[in-house]
């Protein structure tokens, strides 16, 4: 729903741009359409950025609205390039010559600007160059786009162009400059406006990853099972806030609802913070974010874990009285058993009769198959659902095994460890 939506907005300013341009000629009106496209398609990506948590139902989720993010800023920058290409003809309608001349300019350094940057981003994504773009360096450079944006709006106020002010097009693409720049002063200001003050109060070091509690200091974030939260710490190196499940939601007889993160030290960041953090740091946190919630889901529920993929599935096992009516089975798959997290927790959770867990242990069990969780689940999965989260490769195989073997399954939700 939501990419339609975007698709209608680009639509609407392709429509627009034939009263407003056609009568210039075709390559002309072709360029300054592709420009008013590309237009609208940057301004939708600089709301995308803001995080919107009130449109995450139409996108499915955070990782799907970063997903319009980025492919809307693929079509902008592939739009702007034919704009750029196909020099408009305007046949000497002039606004004022040196306002003109800025406008050119400014033009000039928004389409440098966006090829550059645009270009990184999508480079990034190649296999090869990837490892040679630190993420950190990216996302500092990436900021810059809002501006390139602002140099467009510009571009596109002052220039000399076929259509006045009073056009229809002229008028929405005004609107989608407000959008695009109002989200990209929010965006700036997040930090300032969503993110709220925790305290860590205790820090486990276990094998496999880092058990992180922290309490607020003030007035915490909302947030429910399943959901994540961006956070980062006071510390050198552990400015940059990442995205983290909460895997615990604890309201004590204190009335403060204290959120634990598990953390897998993968890469610089979650080595640091296993390495730095310690109890009275503080920790910035914002969100809660995303829509796996079983709450969502049917009366039987297979929920699926790969690793460290176990946490959103901790906090709802955690919260299960929420979930009362439905039938739950947790395959919690680990390479071996020393490995797993929370079990203490799954086990509390067991005492509730709708819910079960087994632990699958590849390096014991070999790898997991439909006929292990169907025995394990001890309900019919055909018409179940299947939450999962784990690794992209283990899903895939998951739900070919069962559609293989004659199950078929309601719905398969899954939360994806990485905004791609
Ligand atoms: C919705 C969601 C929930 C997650 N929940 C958990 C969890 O509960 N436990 C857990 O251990 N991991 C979780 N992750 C994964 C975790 O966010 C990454 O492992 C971590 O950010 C990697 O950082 P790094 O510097 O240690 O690794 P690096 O090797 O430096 O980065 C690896 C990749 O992580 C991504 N990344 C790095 N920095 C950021 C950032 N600031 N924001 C977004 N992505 C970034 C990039 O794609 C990068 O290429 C979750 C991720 C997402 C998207």
């Not at 090829?115 to 981003?121: A, F, K, P, R």
């Not at 200001?189 to 880092?210: I, K, N």
């Not at 395959?331 to 079960?356: M, N, T, W």
Request: aromatic share 12%.
């Amino acid at each position: 729903m939501g990419i339609l939506i975007i698709f209608l907005a680009c639509l609407v300013a392709m429509l627009l741009s034939v009263p407003a341009a056609s009568h210039a000629g075709l390559a002309t009106w072709f360029s300054i359409a592709s420009a008013s496209t590309a237009f609208v398609a940057m301004a939708v990506n600089q709301y995308l950025a803001t995080r919107p948590t009130y449109v995450e139902p139409l996108f499915g989720g955070l990782d799907r609205i970063y997903r319009a993010h980025k492919w809307t800023g693929i079509v902008a920058l592939g739009l702007i390039l034919a704009h750029y290409v196909i020099t408009p003809n305007f046949k000497g309608k002039l606004l004022t010559t040196g306002l003109n001349d800025l406008a050119r300019l400014f033009g000039e350094i928004g389409f440098y600007g966006l090829m550059v940057l645009g270009g990184i981003s999508v480079s990034k994504r190649l296999p090869r160059i990837a490892r040679e773009f630190p993420y950190h360096l990216w996302r500092q450079l990436h900021r810059f786009i809002g501006v390139f944006f602002i140099a467009i709006a510009i571009h596109f106020n002052f220039i000399k162009r076929p259509f006045d002010g009073t056009a229809w097009l002229a008028i929405y693409l005004n609107v989608f400059a407000a959008i695009g720049i109002a989200s990209y002063i929010q965006t700036q200001l997040r930090a300032l406006l969503r993110r709220r003050r925790y305290r860590v109060v205790e820090v486990d070091r276990a094998g496999s990853a880092t058990l992180i509690t922290a309490e607020p200091v003030g007035r915490g974030i909302r947030a429910a099972p399943g959901q994540f939260a961006f956070i980062a710490a006071h510390r050198p190196g552990l400015r940059e806030a990442h995205p983290f499940t909460i895997a615990g939601h604890d309201t004590g007889p204190d009335g403060v609802t204290r959120l634990t993160f598990v953390v897998k030290p993968l890469g610089d960041f979650t080595r640091r913070l296993r390495e730095r953090i310690a109890p009275g740091d503080t920790l910035m946190v914002e969100g809660g974010y995303g829509r796996f919630s079983a709450r969502r889901g049917g009366e039987r529920q297979l929920w699926v874990a790969g690793g460290i993929g176990v946490t959103p599935f901790l906090a709802m096992a955690r919260s299960m009285a929420d979930l009362a009516g439905k039938k739950i089975h947790l395959v919690y798959c680990v390479r071996d058993a020393g490995e797993a997290i929370g079990l203490a927790h799954l086990d509390e959770a067991r005492k509730h009769p709708q819910f079960s867990y087994t632990l699958h242990s590849s390096a014991i069990d070999g790898r997991v198959s439909p006929e292990v969780m169907k025995a394990g689940a001890g309900f019919d999965l055909d018409g179940a659902d299947l939450w999962y989260c784990g690794p992209a490769a283990m899903r895939q195989a998951i739900v070919k095994g069962f559609r293989d073997s004659g199950v078929k399954l309601a719905r398969v939700e899954f939360e994806r460890f990485e905004f791609r």
